[in-house]
């Protein structure tokens, strides 16, 4: 029977889902959820999931009450429409049609209905960001210290805040140390170099249009029903279709993997967006945000001690790849049910590590 406690920080996707999963699969685990917001708002575009990401909805049993908030959204296959619009008038070169099921959903509505279904006695204490930790001597665990100067214990800590992660920071910042103390100074600057994520190379222009506040015959576009990729702009239809999700890359080659020095998000105005896509042809343009699009360096280890990382903290990829959330959600869900097994106890933790050697990301 396990008998420990499981701090988890972070109440993204990430967070949820392995809470979530620990619920179903591991009932008897005591967990706690620490957020560092004092409200978990309406944040986000839209995101899409993949087959494996969705059949873990269904394990956990949220199949249902995910169809209610974004009807079902499912396609029985991914209809691709290639459009090349960087010239006056565009002409859609390749349509592709991949044979499997797809779901798109308003990220706000996702996040409400996971919240919606942890147990009472699990709901997120907010308010809470995680300034450090201590790994005590085995039998006592971890004690954590928040920025509002209160503190808490656990058995294991699982990283669950996203790509600017505090406890990646900790947990590499110590790595680093232990490696300077063994005089591997190469070795410590690699392992602080997993510290800052690094830019993509891309920027990306996203806003949600809602079809209801569209002038005739715009709202009507075929970009509603169905999922159009154009080159470097992706739209696809969220919450029943009433919300059109819009996101417009720009790619900057020449400065991957450096360090972005400027804010993450900022406000972009239409003639922003307009001057980035001179040329295209022309099409309803909306201002929206600007999101620098960075990327957490592979990681050499996910563990260290009683400490793991999960989601964006672990492997916060490029958002073409459609995939960091459901990454996050194979993650939570195989390492939940790791837990659940009854040999795991408070004295023989090593599922983490176990995890960790093979392989997998937990
Ligand atoms: C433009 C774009 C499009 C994307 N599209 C897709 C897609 O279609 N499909 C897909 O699968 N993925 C997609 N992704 C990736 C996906 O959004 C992320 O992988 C996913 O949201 C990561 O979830 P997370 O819980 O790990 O991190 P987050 O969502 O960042 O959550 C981290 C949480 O931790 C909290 N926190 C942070 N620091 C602390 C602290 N010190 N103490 C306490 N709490 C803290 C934060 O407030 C936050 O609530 C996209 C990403 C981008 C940028």
Known sequence: MPNFTIAIVGAGLSGLIFALSLQKFAPDVEFVIYEAVSELSEIGAGIGLAPRAWSIIQAIGLEKALFKVAGDGGKPCIPHTHRKSDQAEGVVIDHTVRDEMNYSFFRAELQKVLLEHLLPKNKVRLNKRLESYVQLPQSLGLELLFEDGSTAMCDVLLGCDGIRSRVRAMMYS???DDAQAEGKTDEAEQLRSHITPVFSGEV???????????????????AF???DLVIHIVTYPISQ???LNVGAGVSYPGREGTIYDGPWTSAATR???VKDFAGWEPDYVHGGLKW?????????????GRVGLVGDAAHAMGHHLGAGAGQ??????FLASLMSHRDITKEDLSTL???DEDNCII
Do not use: Q
């Open 174 to 176: 110590r790595l680093a």
């Open 204 to 222: 990306v222009y996203r806003c949600l249009i809602r079809k209801d506040t569209l002038p005739e015959g715009v709202a009507e576009h075929e």
């Open 225 to 227: 029903d169905t999922s």
């Open 241 to 243: 279709g009433r919300i």
């Open 271 to 273: 003639d922003e967006i």
């Open 292 to 304: 620098v699009i960075n990327v957490v360096t592979k990681l050499p280890t996910y563990v260290h």
């Open 328 to 333: 996050s959600f194979e993650d939570g869900f």
């Open 353 to 355: 590590s176990l995890a």
